[in-house]
């Protein structure tokens, strides 16, 4: 039965109260967003959480307002295990994303020649960091190739270069910035598992809209903002590190006195849990935002997001497909919630202007964010759309009105 009173499912009950959804999503009024690939709107628990931190900082004092909100700072590594499928002491807070990935990096004592297998779809900042590495320490870096159809990595192909190189590093994003490809994480990371490399997941564009499990994908590390489909504030992201990893003494480059003991004059011993990759200062209401932002996602359900979400972009997908002059992007049978799109007779920033200006949320994706990927598709730019489960059919379908009508205009 449909919950009426709560934005929450409570049941194993597909269908989300939009209503209610919507009237906790202030921006739900003023706009229609289809940005969440870039930040989700944030929820009133979530901006209620942060307000709340700051006017207890100006009250109190920052040191004690901390203090006094202790269970809930702790109950950002607990829910966030929660929804990973692991235990508080595996995750660490982050800055970013990048943050998060460029300190799991640093962990790594890399060498000449080592080498680095990952995909031509991973994320761009990914990528630059694979060859700042390769400039400074002068590893290998190897893409494995994609299967024909667009469809992704070609996993068989991608184990047999794992057999090859015995890589270092074994780095997938399972869903990139610049397209809705959803790669197969879990199906590396079994290859993975089953010859012990060393595995890295960006799943930055994928928490928050699937389940997304640690110990099935088979990661050792893996990395994600709070504020894109998880709807958290803007300025955060964390990082798993498993048993694993942490057993074998995986510890960041720089690390200080809130990841490791200066236990003699000239020794330290970083602690035992993922807080090693932490700092020792928070932005404590940003973190007390995402611990709000996680528990309200675990509210309204995984499975639920999951189903609602994607079939939202595919609607969105159909509608553009049928548009002349509009050519969708994205690969694979079932791709994520970012739908990317050419238009011709239009450059990027004139046509996004046209959609802000009717109050429609978008971003931009140059050639720069995806070389291997844009090269393929010969474009230099696409539109991205990404819906989130809040977001309505009538809005999807304003959009692709807006689009045909701008396309239209164009010819
Ligand atoms: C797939 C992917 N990975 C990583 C990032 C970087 O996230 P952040 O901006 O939090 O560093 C993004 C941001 O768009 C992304 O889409």
């Not at 995984?302 to 609602?308: D, S, T, V």
């Not at 090269?375 to 759309?385: F, M």
Request: charged residues 25%.
């Amino acid at each position: 039965m449909r919950n009426e009173n709560s934005a929450f499912n409570r049941s194993a009950e597909p269908l989300l109260d939009l209503a209610a959804l919507r009237a906790d999503t202030p921006g739900c009024e003023a706009v229609i967003h289809f940005n969440n690939a870039g930040a989700g709107l944030m929820p009133r628990p979530v901006l209620g959480a942060m307000l709340d931190h700051l006017r207890l900082e100006a009250a109190i004092g920052g040191y004690e307002a901390s203090a006094a909100r202790a269970a809930e700072v702790d109950d950002f590594h607990a829910s966030l295990a929660e929804l990973l499928g692991t235990r508080p002491g595996n995750i660490a807070f982050a800055a970013s994303a990048t943050h998060a990935y460029t300190k799991a990096l640093s962990a790594i004592d890399f060498r000449p020649g080592d080498v680095i297998l990952t995909t031509r779809n991973d994320f761009v900042s990914n990528q630059i960091a694979f060859l700042a590495l390769r400039k400074r320490h002068g590893v290998r870096i190897v893409h494995a190739p994609d299967r024909p159809d667009g469809s992704g990595v070609d996993v068989d192909a991608m184990a047999a270069l794992m057999r090859a190189h015995r890589p270092r590093l074994v780095a997938v994003t399972h869903v990139p910035t610049n397209s809705g490809l959803v790669q197969p994480v879990a199906e590396v990371g079994r290859h993975c598992r089953e010859l012990d490399l060393l595995y890295l997941v960006d799943a930055c564009q994928s928490v928050g809209q699937y389940p997304v499990d640690v110990e099935e994908i088979g990661c050792d590390l893996l990395t994600a903002t709070c504020r894109k489909f998880l709807r958290g504030p803007r300025g955060s992201g964390f990082l798993y590190v498993s048993d694993r990893a942490l057993a074998a003494g995986y510890e960041p480059l720089h690390i200080d006195m809130h990841g490791a003991r200066w236990v003699a004059p000239g020794h330290y011993r970083p602690v035992a849990t993922a807080a090693r990759f932490e700092e020792w200062e928070f932005p404590y209401a940003t973190v007390l935002g995402c611990a709000a932002a996680v528990r309200y996602a675990l509210r309204v359900g995984l499975e639920p997001i999951a189903r609602r979400t994607p079939a939202l972009a595919g609607r969105l997908r159909e509608r553009l497909a049928a548009v002349p002059g509009v050519r969708t992007l994205d690969g694979g049978p079932a791709p994520a919630a970012l739908v990317t799109f050419t238009i011709e007779g239009w450059e990027a920033e004139p046509f996004k202007a046209a959609l802000d200006a009717r109050g429609i949320n978008s971003a931009l994706s140059y050639r720069e964010f995806a070389q291997f990927d844009f090269a393929d598709k010969e474009v230099r730019w696409c539109l991205r759309l990404s819906p989130h489960y809040y977001n309505t059919e009538d809005e999807v379908d304003a959009v692709a009105g807006a689009v045909a009508e701008l396309a239209r205009s164009a010819r």
